[in-house]
């Protein structure tokens, strides 16, 4: 072997040796602590997906398999027929295609899937469209108007607000108002709350998505909007919340042996001013309404085993010609998302050794 | 007879530092992305994605290129365990810069989630819907970034000490420099 000889090496004195071998520990030492700052190790005040997913799970208890929030739902499926309406204002092909198969799950939102179905007056409703094209746009909406807050700083807050005090396993009963009195953007908030009850009927809620997103046509214009589905059923005159805790699936499962259940895809235009980054706040006055087309849900199935089971709703998963907005909560949501669709993932196979019924 | 190169091929050296600087910044992504609740999340992503499947290429073209070419032998008088720890961590190097990428692409798919490089270039899922296996490729996709990450500071750390103390020309095979 031809050693190519490199020109003379002169010994390196004591001193020059330590220099280098300190300059070498030096870069290496300066590259991990760069990576170590960027992960959030050098920063444990840092607001990461793991700390919502934990603050969730503290609230509400360990439930492997399910879903951090959210847990208690069932799946659905069907499809959406598009209205000529939204083509002028977004390319993508949900809105082209006379007819998009969905899939989707109603829950109610609490990270404890055996909450009463009675215990919240929240519904909450999450789609994904599976476009002909391969894309796909999904989408997580509730039945109240507004978010509480509009950061997920103050998200946090709210969870810390309502977490178990150690000593007692029960929340302190002045956290909530404390923090509500600490925080006046969940104003808007509150005051639906006081005037909603919970539903008897997945099938008659109004969902909205909160959130502002973009519209994008194809010659690149941008138009804000917020979105929501309204139902085509009604309750019955005087209806309310039967006693039980397990009542919707049911009824939702007896609702579509009679047939299709269906919602109007409204589409609400921003005016100039709204606010498209703060889904705490209403928009209020006249607003030009889009409808989209009709969600037509043909079938339900258990979560157990449905199809919406293994579907993260991650509300950015969006397809060509709708756009995120720069509310910070959608961020946020597909981040800690991601987190706790990791971990329940992992827990697929302890889904059916869990217990079925209702825990204390 | 031919004399044994002391460089690597121009080639070469060009993928070597380009990837390089590819591959820090996606280490870099990856670590801040999935430690952010912010829309630096979103936008980490949405780098993260097109940069891999490009790292993904570039590594198969650095394949055909190193067993095409002549490589600059590592010193005669190298000590053994060194001249073993340099051709393994290079074989751990390549192995990660191909499967990582693979790793993403059938993470995001095992997800079910469509694979998009932007909003509108879609990539073929590798697998289909699975999610304990999402769970379990998800997994090996972040402790193989850690492990490219440290394979990356050992291979930099060695590089110096090449450069710096034993002052072979191996740094110099690869930066090209005379000296």
Known sequence: MVDHSSPPRPPLSTASLIIRLASIGVVVAVVAGAFAYVNGSLDPQRLRPKTLVNALETNNGLHPGYRRNHAKGVCVAGYFESSPEARQYSSAQVFSEARTPIIGRFALPSGNPYAPDSSVPIRSFALQFSLANGQQWRTGMNSMPVFPVGTPEAFFEMLKAGAPDPATGKPNPAGMPAFFAAHPETAPF???????????SYA??????????YLVNASGQRQAVRWGVVPQSQDA??????????????????RLVAGPLRWQL??????????????????????????????????????????????????????????ASNDPLLAARSAAYASSYLRRTSEVSQLHSAPQESKP | MNAQPRFFAPLARLLHWLMALMIIAMLFIGAGMVASVSERHEWLIHLHKPLGIAILALVIVRLVVRFSTRQPPLPADLPLWQALAAKASHVVLYALMLVLPLLGWAMISAAGDPVMLSSSVQLPALVG???????????????????????????LAAALFHGLIRRDGVLQSMTGTKD
């Open chain 2, 129 to 155: 819907a699975n999610a304990p296996l999402f769970a379990v490729l998800r997994k090996a996709h972040g402790y193989l970034a850690y492990l490219l990450f440290l394979t990356v500071l050992l291979h």
């Open chain 1, 204 to 213: 008659t809620e109004t969902y909205n998505g909160i959130n502002a997103f």
């Open chain 1, 190 to 200: 509150l005051a639906w709350v006081k005037t909603a009850k919970p539903s008897a």
């Open chain 1, 266 to 323: 409204n589409l609400t235009l921003a005016n100039p001013g709204d606010p498209v980054d703060d889904a705490s706040k209403t928009w209020t006055g006249e607003h030009k309404v889009l409808n989209a087309g009709t969600l037509v849900l043909e079938s339900s199935q258990p979560q157990m085993d449905g199809d919406c089971r293994d579907i993260n709703f991650d509300p950015l998963v969006l397809p060509s010609g709708i756009e």
């Open chain 1, 237 to 254: 005159a005087g209806a309310a919340a039967p006693a039980g805790s397990d009542f919707l699936e049911k009824d939702l499962a007896q």
